[in-house]
């Protein structure tokens, strides 16, 4: 015995039939929505400014964006732990005491 499965979807907005399935994130959340294509059209008319303002962002782990405070320039931390008798590595991590020190002399 063989079984047919169809799937209908309705408009989430007017609840006619839709015509597909628009996918969108918003705040680090991702959403979809099902939609007929007028109700689909203004959705996309309504995103357009903010689409074409914004950034593309590489598939990541999906977590929103969160601003972190700058770290100073290495190059500059470097100059100043030696000529403050730092004992600092010419390349690679610089010791978490001398960013403090750093910090501390501002």
Known sequence: MAQ??????FDDID?????????????????????????AKKLRTAL?????????RSAGT???YT???????PAAVR????SHS????PRGRI???VYEAFAAAD
Request: no cysteine; aromatic share 8%.
């Open 4 to 9: 047919r499965v169809v799937v209908t979807l």
């Open 15 to 39: 609840g006619g039939e839709a015509a597909e399935t628009v996918v969108f994130g918003l705040d680090g959340r991702s959403y979809e929505i099902d939609l007929n294509q007028a109700n």
């Open 48 to 56: 357009a400014p903010y689409l074409q303002a914004g950034r593309k």
């Open 62 to 64: 999906g977590r929103a």
């Open 67 to 73: 601003r972190t405070d700058l770290s100073p320039d």
């Open 79 to 82: 100059a100043w732990a030696r």
């Open 86 to 89: 730092f004992d600092v590595p």
């Open 95 to 97: 010791p978490k005491r």
